[in-house]
């Protein structure tokens, strides 16, 4: 099970850090992943990190603007989110696939096996 939380609405320029509680089936996990999800559009890949050797991936229009990270005692991933724009603004989602995923297959929304019910990112002024 996924529980993710942190969504809210902020001004332009300004951050948020969206958390991703994992329990359940947490040693079978390998990847983990956030998407997005704007209205009337599919949902997009944001960044991924393999659990034990934690490494990562992000979509290009992240922009080194976002980072995710883990905390692996806690079973918890982590989006820290600056530099927002209006454009960020989706409903993301926290997934996480048995698979090690690398390169493509991370960005792959049919690669998870379990997500999260999402938390609404709004950047408005």
């Known amino acids: 099970q996924l529980q993710a939380s942190g969504g809210g609405t902020v001004l332009p320029g300004g951050s948020l850090r969206l958390s991703c509680s994992a329990s359940?089936?947490?040693?079978?996990?390998?990847?983990m992943a956030w998407f997005r999800q704007a209205p009337g559009k599919e949902p997009v890949f944001v960044q991924s990190?393999?659990?034990?050797?934690?490494?990562?991936y992000r979509a290009s229009f992240v922009q080194g603007r976002f980072t995710i990270s883990k905390n692996n005692a806690d079973n918890i991933v982590y989006l820290q989110m600056n530099s927002l724009r209006p454009e960020d603004t989706a409903v993301y989602y926290c997934?996480?696939?048995?698979?090690?995923?690398?390169?493509?297959?991370?960005?792959?929304?049919?690669?998870?096996?379990?997500w999260g019910q999402g938390t609404l990112v709004t950047v408005s002024s």
């Open positions: 990190i393999t659990w034990h050797g934690g490494r990562t």
């Open positions: 997934a996480a696939a048995t698979g090690n995923l690398i390169l493509s297959t991370a960005k792959d929304a049919n690669n998870y096996n379990y």
């Open positions: 359940g089936h947490t040693s079978s996990t390998n990847t």
